[in-house]
């Protein structure tokens, strides 16, 4: 299989609230040809926030992220886990991308630290490597445990599928379509629920808890009633929503019954790539996968009806 | 003639009876629209559909309806285009969404777009005449020429999706056309606006930064900036506190980014309730009470060993170069007069700024980035 060095840009969460996300996608690397050299010293994004606050400040962090990954020996693009990551950076560069004069004043910024951003960086999420580069076709051979009867609702992000026009989405890389393929790719059943590209709440949940929750609790529940046995999400801060906030978004809506399991996509391609529950850290979740996973075995399968 | 299949959900409260979907065919070239789609199957089949238009240009703003899950005109979507979105074949045709039907593919307009609209007082208050003209910069008008492209179709109303589970906030429409008064320097009231906007708990930052606005806008008017906008002059201009801690959540993600480089979410609940001074956040009794809310899962998380204790007293942090960067970049920027924006719905895209033509990382790119400090 080829083999591809990219530059990898984890985020904080990751190696935050989520460390289970970092520790699968290093887990499942290797099998899947990724070299990832970590971008160490990149700053965060400003999850859309600090975009909020000062354009310039935030463009100049980014474009410094952008610079030493440019700076990577041999990489071929940049990739992100986190679909906040790479809306916040895709914002970003499309800023320094479309104007020169306002590239140039963020590199005399970064000209002292010896830095410079050349316009054109390639910056993907982890999704669409597996669709774009790796190829499902590849994906689909090195399963070795096929998710077969796991019924997984796709969870995108807001970052990761709008504007379309800022993230490439078009009829040659529909990106807004790819989870239902990698989950099929992973022998899983897609189910088609309504919050699949909806917000998960995260962003108000400090400013507007009863609708930040509510937000949560709705799609956890039309997955619930759809017969999703989990919902798979390739950003972190959906997961801290849908997984952690669970206990509580659950009461917002007064579905008491509700305990969805919410996995990171690293953790869904290392279970059928192999890897065992604890290894992806599954165990770290709020809502435990218990249902889903026989932890002695550590096979998937579905909940008996 | 290329046949399209239009799925139109019937509704008329009056008659009580259950909303239910009809289907009709159509003949009509892709480029021709949805609503002539429409206006066809009234001709032809069901004369009874209740749908507004006028123009049939885009202009009016009375088509706005929801099209394969999309809010947007359907003067102005091609048939083919709504058939690339379709999951089955069907083009399936609802009235918007949040707001009250009136028939079929009518809704309440005055309900909720209207009454939003008229909440953010939405004329100019000049105060005092000026003798003659108001003079005031060119690009200070050219930057509210995009709010001002509002044709009020209520399109990005219906995808609100803030509104979806808070049919009390202001909505999209509403906060555009504040910023366009807050941006137009004739105006005389613009902290007033928006004090107003951050005293409503469903005002100026329950938006939940969901792009879906942006996406449904037919005139490119981008109401979602307007809203980041909006919050960038109240919270830095102005140093409006708001009934949400929407300012504290972001000066909580600022300082927090500028002191360690990585963000530690541990840390910006509590500063987000408590403010940011030096004993600020996690000391102060209102961020205590938000800690306590939040212990149940946040124990639960600390079991699991998600989050570790020490996690919220000392957060992961860039090396002390790159943090020196960081701090340098913030003192840069912040200590700059004006802040500096970049509206590309003004400036547009350099000639040969197309990004999706670009290059991959080139293979030894260590020569190039040679400049120095
Ligand atoms: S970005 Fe904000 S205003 Fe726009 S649709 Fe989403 S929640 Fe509503
Ligand atoms: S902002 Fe755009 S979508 Fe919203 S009412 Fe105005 S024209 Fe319609
Ligand atoms: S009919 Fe006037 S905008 Fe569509």
Known sequence: ?305 | MPEFTLRIRRYNPETGAAPYWDRYTVDLEPHRSVLEGILQVKDRFDSSIGVRCSCRAAICGSCGMTINGKAGLACHTHLSEAMSRSKDGTIEIQPLGNMPVIKDLIVDMDAVHWKKVNRVTPWLLSGDLPEREHIVPRESMVDVTQPMACIQCGSCVGDCLAMEVDPDFIGPAALAKAYRFVGDPRDVQHEQRLKDLADDPHGLYTCTHCFKCIEACPKGVAPMNQIMRLRRIAGQDHHIEDVNNGERHEEAFVVLLQKYGLLSEADVVPRSYGGNGLTGGKLSPKSGEQVFQSLPFLAKAVLRGKVKISQTLFPHKLDSESLAEVKKIYKDVKGREERLELNLYITGYDEDGDPTTSEAIPDNPNEKAGATA
């Not at chain 1, 980014?62 to 990739?79: H, P, S």
């Not at chain 1, 919410?262 to 059928?272: C, E, K």
Request: glycine fraction near 8%.
């Open chain 1, 1 to 305: 299989m080829t083999t591809r060095t990219v530059a990898y840009w984890p985020g904080c969460v990751s190696r935050g609230f989520t460390p289970e996300l970092h520790g699968a996608m290093a887990l499942v690397a290797p099998k899947l040809g990724l070299n990832l050299v970590q971008l160490d010293r990149g700053s965060c994004t400003g999850a859309g926030v600090l975009a909020e606050h000062n354009q310039e400040l935030t463009d100049t962090l980014n474009g410094r992220t952008f610079a030493l990954a440019q700076k990577v020996d041999q990489a071929e693009f940049m990739m992100n886990i986190c679909s906040t990551c790479q809306g916040a950076q895709s914002e970003s560069q499309e800023r320094l991308d479309a104007n020169a004069e306002y590239r140039h004043t963020v590199n005399h910024t970064l000209a002292q630290f010896g830095l410079s951003y050349d316009k054109g960086i390639v910056n993907k999420n982890f999704l669409w490597v597996l669709v774009e580069d790796i190829g499902l076709d590849v994906l689909k051979s090195l399963v070795v445990k096929p998710l077969t009867d796991l019924k997984v609702g796709p969870f995108y992000g807001c970052y990761i599928v709008r504007p379309v026009d800022r993230l490439g989405i078009d009829e040659d890389n529909p990106r807004d379509t790819y989870l239902p393929k990698v989950i099929e790719a992973l022998g899983g059943t897609v189910i088609d629920y309504a919050g699949s590209h909806k917000c998960c709440g995260f962003p108000i949940i400090t400013m507007n808890k009863e609708a930040s929750l509510k937000q949560a609790g709705t799609h956890l529940t039309d997955g619930q009633n759809a017969g999703a046995d989990a919902l798979v999400t390739p950003c972190p801060l959906c997961h801290l929503n849908l997984d952690m906030q669970q206990p509580v978004a659950k009461k917002a809506v007064g579905n008491f019954d509700l305990d969805m399991p919410v996995l990171h996509l690293p953790q869904l391609v290392g279970l059928a790539l192999g890897f065992s529950a604890k290894e992806l850290g599954l165990n770290k979740h709020v809502v435990r996968p218990t249902k889903l996973i026989d932890w002695t075995e550590t096979v998937v399968a579905s909940v008996p009806a």
